[in-house]
């Protein structure tokens, strides 16, 4: 069975219809990044699997439950733009509040998590005393703490630089080697697709619909110095011409 399941997903906001009879299944511990132009509908796929939106027509399925059971059981991490950090909390305490919250047995304790994250030196300073990567490396930590099989991560890096993003990048897939998640993650980014992911998804304009998937066979862990490669110019170079193929057929 698999981690999830798209089953011929609609989805309509009044007359504008988002997405078009998606079909996607997603293996357990599969990184699956999601691509495609504004507006074509990732984000509401990935807000569907978190159970913040419904199907119009279809179904979502995780392990054959809904969304929302999977919610109610504390299996599902997620991460956005911005950190969601308490301002007034130390990096710790942060950390903590998701234990708190879902009281799950099986977690990871906070400070051995941080301590995965990089973080040992930090746990005592607040978000404000935090560079921006460090700030979402806390945030992924929060997300990832109750051990949940499923993180869903919409554009997590955006807002940093590029050299930051680039350490994300690598920082993130060495975690989840020791930290095994099944992770959709929405991005405009290709070199981050290509970087994370083992298939990326490229959807085509509204209404969303998946337009090819490709298959990302570098091996792991993956390290800054993969995109010095000719055969990772490559893999971009594949993911952009079915972009562009996805933007012109928009264009007409």
Same mark, same amino acid.
Do not use: W
């Given at each position: 069975? =698999?981690?999830?399941?798209?089953?011929?997903?609609?989805? =309509?906001? %009044?007359?504008?219809?988002?997405?078009?009879?998606?079909?996607?299944?997603?293996?357990?511990?599969?990184?699956?990044?999601?691509?495609?132009?504004?507006?074509?509908?990732?984000?509401?796929?990935?807000?569907?699997?978190?159970?913040?939106?419904? %199907?119009?027509?279809?179904?979502?399925?995780?392990?054959?439950?809904?969304?929302? !059971?999977? @919610?109610?059981?504390?299996?599902?991490?997620?991460?956005?733009?911005?950190?969601?950090?308490?301002?007034?909390?130390?990096?710790?305490?942060?950390?903590?509040?998701?234990?708190?919250?879902?009281?799950? @047995?099986? !977690?990871? =304790?906070?400070?051995?998590?941080?301590?995965?994250?990089?973080? /040992?030196?930090?746990?005592?300073?607040?978000?404000?005393? *935090?560079? /921006?990567?460090?700030?979402?490396?806390?945030?992924?930590?929060?997300?990832?703490?109750?051990?949940?099989?499923?993180?869903?991560?919409?554009?997590?890096?955006? %807002?940093?630089?590029?050299?930051?993003?680039?350490?994300?990048?690598?920082?993130?897939?060495?975690?989840?080697?020791?930290?095994?998640?099944?992770?959709?993650?929405?991005?405009? =980014?290709?070199?981050? !697709?290509?970087?994370?992911?083992?298939?990326?998804?490229? *959807?085509?304009?509204?209404?969303?619909?998946?337009?090819?998937?490709?298959?990302? %066979?570098?091996? @792991?862990?993956?390290?800054?110095?993969?995109?010095?490669?000719?055969?990772? !110019?490559?893999?971009?170079?594949?993911?952009?011409?079915?972009?562009? /193929?996805?933007?012109?057929?928009?264009?007409?």
């Amino acid at each position: 069975m =698999s981690a999830i399941t798209f089953q011929n997903v609609s989805k =309509s906001f %009044a007359e504008i219809e988002a997405l078009r009879d998606i079909s996607l299944e997603i293996d357990e511990g599969e990184f699956v990044a999601l691509i495609g132009p504004s507006g074509c509908g990732k984000t509401t796929m990935l807000r569907h699997v978190i159970d913040l939106e419904k %199907a119009t027509s279809g179904e979502v399925l995780l392990k054959g439950k809904s969304p929302g !059971a999977i @919610r109610r059981e504390y299996k599902i991490g997620a991460v956005f733009q911005s950190p969601a950090l308490v301002p007034s909390n130390t990096v710790l305490e942060n950390v903590q509040m998701t234990l708190d919250i879902t009281n799950v @047995r099986s !977690a990871i =304790s906070p400070q051995t998590i941080l301590e995965d994250f990089g973080l /040992g030196d930090f746990l005592n300073h607040y978000p404000h005393q *935090l560079s /921006g990567g460090m700030q979402q490396r806390v945030n992924i930590a929060a997300a990832m703490v109750h051990n949940p099989p499923y993180l869903m991560m919409d554009e997590p890096f955006s %807002a940093l630089d590029e050299m930051t993003r680039e350490y994300m990048c690598e920082f993130l897939g060495e975690v989840l080697i020791s930290h095994p998640k099944t992770v959709l993650l929405v991005t405009h =980014s290709i070199d981050e !697709a290509v970087m994370l992911s083992d298939r990326i998804v490229v *959807l085509a304009p509204r209404p969303g619909r998946v337009n090819s998937i490709l298959n990302v %066979a570098f091996e @792991r862990p993956r390290k800054r110095s993969l995109k010095t490669l000719p055969e990772f !110019a490559e893999k971009v170079l594949e993911v952009r011409r079915e972009l562009y /193929g996805v933007e012109i057929e928009e264009k007409h």
